[in-house]
């Protein structure tokens, strides 16, 4: 049974930038497509990126130009560096597979709160 775990997250002033991971274990991620999701306060949980077995990532409109994800196949870890955060990029940050094998496995997530 996979184990994912997130961590990299924590307090950070608006404009600053931190980089999640995310370390897979108990099973190998790489023939999954893999996502970053965030639940902010109050919210639904959203995904914001997402990457294929083979690189091709995809974006949501709140963080286009500002996130960046990646995964290291031989390391069995996804990441998400974040750039230029806004206080509304604030909640708790999950890896999981989008589609593939391992969907519907999730982590204890990563907390991520941007200061105005």
């Known amino acids: 049974q996979v184990r994912l775990v997130e961590s990299g997250g924590g307090l950070v002033q608006a404009g600053g930038s931190l980089r999640l991971s995310c370390a897979a274990s108990g099973s190998i991620i790489s023939n999954n497509r893999m996502g970053w999701y965030r639940q902010a306060p109050g919210k639904q949980r959203e995904l914001v990126a997402s990457?294929?077995?083979?690189?091709?990532?995809n974006y949501g409109d709140s963080v286009k130009g500002r996130f960046t994800i990646s995964r290291d196949n031989a390391k069995n870890t996804v990441y998400l560096q974040m750039n230029s955060l806004k206080p509304e990029d604030t909640g708790v940050y999950y890896c999981s597979a989008v589609s593939g094998p391992l969907f519907g496995s999730w982590g204890q997530g990563t907390q991520v709160t941007v200061s105005s």
């Open positions: 990457i294929s077995s083979l690189g091709s990532t």
